[in-house]
């Protein structure tokens, strides 16, 4: 008879299939799909397994799927990509790619805003680091969930810009902290390809800062 609580070992190529195949995508999403709730909670019941740092367990997930709070968000990330269009170095505009998301991004099945109640440290940077990392493993596992279930996601913090107007329009409480963004969708013929990237080689140093590894190590 098996033991329940024994670790069971995981595929690991199916484990690095979602790993390297979770992009962020903002084409080729169904827009007339809508996702249901129970996907949804499913998908956050494996992030909140995420690790945690200085913050606990203190994350919220707001799930927009109305149109007027996806209207009211939207609307309020179009404003901050203008900010940023304007303040790009010349020639540097934001990708078409993110123009299009951008402009479609109401028609989102579903938005999901990733919180935390509280406020990093404004003094500590290290109380800054372990805050977030008790938020950020969390929006990346959901993320991956998503992806392991045919949803297509992105990861943005654009609207953030925002946050106070975005706060009041959706009855987010003050002490509550705003992070990622995920619009979300399922996807429509997507190919989900691992992303040209350097090898650990190239930016892995060994004891010391700088250190390749060691030649018997290769």
Request: glycine fraction near 6%; proline fraction near 9%; include cysteine.
């Amino acid at each position: 008879m098996s033991d329940p609580e024994r670790d069971v070992p995981v595929d690991p190529e199916a484990v690095h299939h979602a790993l390297r195949t979770t992009r962020s995508v903002r084409r080729r999403i169904d827009f007339e799909r809508p996702v249901d709730p129970s996907v949804i909670e499913e998908c956050i019941d494996v992030a909140v397994q995420a690790p945690t740092g200085a913050g606990g367990e203190r994350w919220r997930f707001l799930v927009l799927t109305e149109p007027e709070p996806k209207a009211r968000l939207a609307e309020l990330y179009r404003s901050a990509l203008s900010r940023w269009r304007a303040a790009a170095p010349r020639g540097e505009p934001p990708k078409r790619a993110i123009e299009e998301h951008a402009a479609r991004l109401h028609e989102m099945p579903a938005l999901v805003l990733v919180c935390m109640e509280g406020e990093p440290d404004r003094e500590s940077r290290a109380l800054q680091v372990a805050w977030y990392a008790s938020i950020l493993p969390a929006a990346w596992s959901l993320m991956v969930a998503l992806r392991a279930r045919g949803l297509g996601a992105t990861w943005t913090t654009l609207h953030l810009l925002h946050a106070e107007e975005a706060a009041r329009a959706l009855g987010i409480p003050d002490g509550v902290t705003q992070t990622v963004l995920l619009p979300i969708g399922w996807t429509r013929d997507a190919r989900l390809r691992p992303a040209e990237r350097q090898p650990a080689r190239a930016v892995t140093y060994w004891n010391r800062w700088g250190e390749p590894a060691s030649s018997d190590a290769k």
